[in-house]
């Protein structure tokens, strides 16, 4: 007996401190959440990238920023796939930019040797921008979900004050909220799996050394998991080939291009699909290049349906110094010799093609309303040629039109307001009475003798 009970006390022991040093590991609560972070020390946590000094005061990871060191980030020793994570998280100074990786890399050959955290960040953005709870692309693709997207949740963060972030990766979807506020929604298979990460951002100003950043009830779930519906209408970033997913059904978006024929397109002033010129393959519409010339060759293809309000999205892909477009409202009843008349999302090769210098102020340039109103862009949202880049269009019921470029609002205005009909006046499109203001009209992709490829073109009409 005495034997037996030295065995039993020797077995608790063991797994007494087996549980003790592996407190990252501990105890999973009856609703399967389990604490990555005792509340004490760092176990279980390891910085990289930076030197950004983590330490714990009265049960809070507290970051401190150094100056003139990369990004640093506080990451778990363990790797995830398929998780639920939620923390609270504090920023005191606008210069403390920081973020929480989700499915988190690390390049250790990067940076001379130092090393290199990249991936999937959930920021957190105490800047003007207020794009806290969008999907960043860490040292890789950069912005995935700018909150021009859902602009309504730039308000969910407060600066000063502790911040609740919930994080979902299940399977290739992501989802975030910011105190109960349903904030990013992306559709991307890049990364299966990776470490969850705290951020202190690297700082310019050397007076800024020492800002701190607030982590602490971090906690994860990666068993029987249950995917928080979201309740608003939220834009998709959806990374998927020619796929809604169900929430996107259920909100009213529909393929304009199901990936694998011509279906719901025909060829502008035809009455069937060109039978040259445009091909599918793999998923991808692409027009051939011939001689640059405006709809000379295979020509133009519309939409078979008409649309007036609505919520159009697609990505596009140039090659080298090449021209088209998308347009809407196109009536096909002006009896243009060449290209179909409509408004235009131009797509431009600004560097390589001509059109970009023509014009007024650059109004020819791409993801502009062409010859009418110049987009306003920055360098940093443009993909370069050959790679993808994701165009939007929404009209409003009473008129009001934005042009998107990669998740960012670069061209807005009203149809048939005052200042829209002055800049038609001293246009190319003054000859046409009313221009641009059909009640209805037809989406239209140009052929102007370059190739150019399009996938995931989709739409939702607004009631």
Known sequence: MKYKTILGLFGALAIWTSACSSPQKGTTTDDGWRDLFNGKDLTGWKPLGGEAIFDVEDGVIVGRAVANTPNTFLVTEETFGDYIVELDLKIENLS???????????????????GRVFGYQIEADPSERAWSGGLYDEARRGW????????????????????????E??????????????????????????FIGLQVH?????????NKTYFKNVK?????????????????????LNELTDYEKSKGWKLLFNGQNSDGWIGAYKESFPDHGWSITDGI????ATDGSESTNAGDIVTTDEYSAFDLAFEFKLTEGANSGLKYFVTLSEGNSGSAIGLEYQILDDEKHPDAKMGIEGNRTLSSLYDLIKADKQSRFIKPIGEWNKGRV????????????????????????QEYRDLVAISKYKKWDNFGEAEKGRILLQD???????????IKELK
């Open 169 to 194: 990766a299940i399977g290739d979807e992501i989802k975030t909220w910011i105190n109960g506020v349903e904030v990013a929604y992306v559709v991307d298979d890049m990364d299966a799996t990776g």
């Open 394 to 417: 929404v009209v409003y019921p009473d008129n009001k039109v934005e042009h998107y470029l990669n998740g960012v609002k670069v061209v807005e205005y009203v149809r048939g307001s």
């Open 285 to 288: 519409l692409t027009i051939a």
């Open 144 to 167: 995935l979900y700018p909150l021009e997207l859902n602009p309504e949740a730039k308000s969910a963060f407060k600066m000063g004050e502790f911040n609740h972030y919930r994080i």
């Open 220 to 240: 994860v779930k990666t068993e029987n998991l249950d995917p928080k519906p979201f309740s608003k209408d939220i834009f998709v970033v959806n990374n998927r």
């Open 202 to 210: 690297g700082i310019r100003n050397p007076e800024d050394a020492g």
């Open 448 to 458: 102007h003798g370059d190739e150019v490829s399009f996938k995931n073109i989709k």
């Open 96 to 114: 403390s930019n920081s973020g929480v990786m989700a499915r988190g890399q690390f390049d250790a050959n990067a940076n001379d040797g130092q």
